[in-house]
């Protein structure tokens, strides 16, 4: 069965560090998103991406965080200068199609700390 | 988006039906009811998905009530890999954009 893969699956990184968190979505989906979840926390939205710009953000997703699909298979999360509280697991996800039907499909995560 | 209210933990016997109860009594009429699962701190995991009728998949069955404000997953029969946090979701059918607000789920043990 395809997946949605994620990496690293572990990143450590120091506070104010710029950190880039890759994944490659299944490839016949054309909706892509991120979510994250902090140790013990609900899942989180943080942004939807569909035909090369972002359909929706959530209140977490500030200036500190932009998302990219540099080629045909990569989706990207960038954090520009990481903070304590953005350490968590960062979930991506695929859709094959956005009209209603929200079939996500969920990569195992990159678990990010900030130290 | 409707919200939903689900017992925080239950307890199944391997081998028998979990049955997950899912409270949205303020479900609109175009809203779906969706069902994912997350395996100890994996990506969730969809499930199931229904507007009024039952729905059945190679998973679990989905049954809602027939004013909709309520709705419950079955799994007919639980194994040790069933052992997860369930999450009801009410979501609108059109214009979505994979915004899906999950709450704290139902933490279902299942036990031998």
């Known amino acids: 069965e395809p997946e949605v893969t994620q990496t690293p699956s572990h990143q450590v990184t120091q506070m104010g560090q710029e950190v880039i968190l890759r994944c490659v979505p299944i490839s016949n989906h054309l909706y892509f998103y991120w979510y994250r979840q902090i140790l013990g926390q609900k899942v989180e939205f943080l942004v939807s991406?569909?035909?090369?710009?972002?359909?929706?953000k959530s209140e977490i997703f500030d200036d500190q965080f932009s998302v990219e699909r540099p080629d045909g298979s990569n989706f990207t999360l960038k954090i520009r200068s990481t903070k304590l509280e953005d350490s968590a697991m960062y979930f991506c996800?695929?859709?094959?199609?956005?009209?209603?039907?929200?079939?996500?499909?969920f990569g195992s995560g990159t678990q990010l700390s900030v130290l | 988006d409707a919200k939903t209210t689900q017992p925080p933990s239950m307890d199944c016997a391997e081998g028998r039906a979990a049955n997950l109860p899912c409270n949205h009594s303020?479900?609109?009429?175009?809203?779906?009811v969706y069902w994912y699962r997350q395996i100890h701190s994996q990506g969730p995991q969809y499930i199931i998905h229904?507007?009024?009728n039952n729905e059945t998949n190679e998973m679990a069955s989905l049954i809602i009530t027939e004013d909709r404000k309520s709705s419950t997953l079955i799994l007919p029969h639980a194994t040790l890999r069933d052992t997860a946090v369930y999450y009801c979701i009410v979501r609108v059918a059109t214009g979505n954009t994979g915004k899906l607000i999950f709450g704290q789920g139902t933490t279902l043990q299942v036990k031998p």
């Open positions: 996800a695929s859709s094959e199609g956005g009209r209603g039907i929200e079939k996500l499909f």
């Open positions: 991406f569909y035909n090369n710009e972002i359909s929706e």
């Open positions: 229904g507007l009024k």
């Open positions: 303020t479900i609109s009429g175009n809203e779906y």
